[in-house]
């Protein structure tokens, strides 16, 4: 629970042009209240909400191309 000490550090990672990867196992609260429990060594989570499997990245972002100015 958020409020209740942490039993070991998990480490996040934030990438510049792609998902947030967490050390796991992770469970995840999404905005509609169901949870998301994964028990991987490493997981990646979708911050572009283009995943099939989201919240879990399937990279989907890459599909995109990006402009140049």
Known sequence: ??????????RVT???DGPI???????VVL???RIARSDRFTVAL???RR???YPW???SHRARQRRTA
């Open 31 to 33: 905005d509609d209240g």
């Open 57 to 59: 990245c399937d990279t």
């Open 21 to 27: 990867l967490v050390e796991g196992p992770v469970e």
């Open 46 to 48: 979708c911050v572009c």
């Open 1 to 10: 629970m958020p409020n209740e000490p942490a039993e070991q550090w998990r």
């Open 51 to 53: 995943s099939r499997v």
């Open 14 to 16: 934030l990438t510049s």
